[in-house]
């Protein structure tokens, strides 16, 4: 019995859901709603013969693709930024056309599938990602009040845990204005008390999990890296060797070559960059706080002398990612080589 594919170019409300032959042949063309169910419905007739069930990454993927496998169907998840590469050759972009490209893709078996995270997974991922957003809309908001009375010759001052406005000295400010900074100290509160209540959050959960635990008898590694690691990495065994993890991160330099010309840039920046950027700090702690004879350490201080500090941080952040990985898989603490 001949194979089909399906591609399905999903968004918040419908899916377009095109159905190819093996030959390449359209079978069917049509939408239907963005839920397990209704898709399931519209492609039941061709369930035999249907052999890969497609769909790009995006913000519904994890979810959807989840649902689909619990129904039997054969769905698989593709890494959009190659999936989009793909589909750039069309003239014009519509959902009917994505999905015909992507069931195209399908069938010629030109594609990367991306990692579908786990539900744990993705829940402690989404306790991360608001731990973020709070602590950036909160600096916003406190450096927007610092600056707005530095117009009128005001300060921001901290008092133990809160901030008060604290105006020119033998002058009061207006009390409208007085208002609108006492109401945004009084939300930068808020923010603070739920950063700190999530903050607490992410210890208890990597103080629990044994993997966490793991990775943070590395030195400069902490709860909230060990947890964003353990959350982005999800399964250790999606990896063949743990040096891919480096550049899964983007944390490897980028290669060009064409012809006579060969030459090695800057990192690649792909992938979570929250954890990149916290392998990097853990990085610089290592390097300027640390006192421990790590071979790291020492690797990366005389680095810094010939490359500058910035590149030995990175470099040693890259290293550091292939031993987390390593103690992952192998299930062994850290331990120091002189």
Not at 62 to 72: D, G, P, Q, V
Not at 153 to 177: E, Y
Not at 195 to 222: Q, W, Y
Not at 312 to 335: N, P
Request: hydrophobic share 40%; aromatic share 6%; with cysteine.
């Amino acid at each position: 019995m001949a194979k089909m594919y399906a591609g399905l170019d999903v968004s918040d409300k419908e899916t377009a859901i095109c159905v190819l032959s093996a030959n390449g042949d359209i079978v069917l063309e049509t939408s239907a709603a963005t839920n397990a169910a209704a898709i399931g419905d519209v492609l039941k007739p061709y369930r035999r013969v249907l052999d890969k069930v497609g769909h790009e990454s995006c913000a519904k993927a994890m979810w959807l693709n989840r649902e689909l496998i619990r129904k039997k169907w054969p769905a698989i998840c593709l890494d959009a930024m190659h999936t989009h590469a793909a589909l750039a050759a069309n003239k014009n972009k519509t959902d009917r056309n994505d999905a015909r490209g992507i069931a195209e893709v399908l069938c010629r078996g030109i594609y990367t599938t991306a990692h579908v995270r786990t539900e744990v997974s993705q829940k402690w991922r989404s306790v991360l990602t608001h731990r973020k957003a709070i602590l950036r809309k909160r600096l916003d908001l406190e450096r927007l009040t610092a600056a707005n009375l530095k117009l009128v010759g005001g300060t921001l001052v901290r008092d133990g845990k809160n901030w008060i406005a604290k105006p020119q000295a033998r002058r009061r400010l207006d009390s409208d204005f007085v208002d609108v900074i006492n109401g945004t100290i009084r939300l930068i509160r808020v923010l603070r008390d739920e950063g700190e209540r999530l903050d607490a959050m992410v210890m208890k959960l990597a103080d629990g999990d044994p993997v966490c635990r793991r990775l943070m008898t590395m030195p400069g590694v902490g709860p909230v890296t060990a947890f964003s690691f353990r959350c982005a990495v999800d399964d250790p065994y999606r990896f063949s060797s743990s040096r891919t993890v480096a550049a899964h991160f983007g944390l490897t330099p980028r290669t060009y070559q064409s012809g006579e010309s060969s030459y090695t840039g800057h990192i690649s920046r792909r992938g979570d960059s929250e954890v990149r950027s916290l392998l990097y700090q853990s990085a610089a702690c290592v390097l300027n706080i640390s006192k421990s004879p790590w071979r790291l350490r020492l690797w990366g201080k005389e680095l810094a002398k010939r490359k500058g500090f910035k590149v030995a941080a990175v470099a040693c952040a890259r290293r550091m990612a292939v031993i987390l990985h390593r103690m992952w898989i192998t299930e062994r603490d850290f331990q120091l080589v002189t």
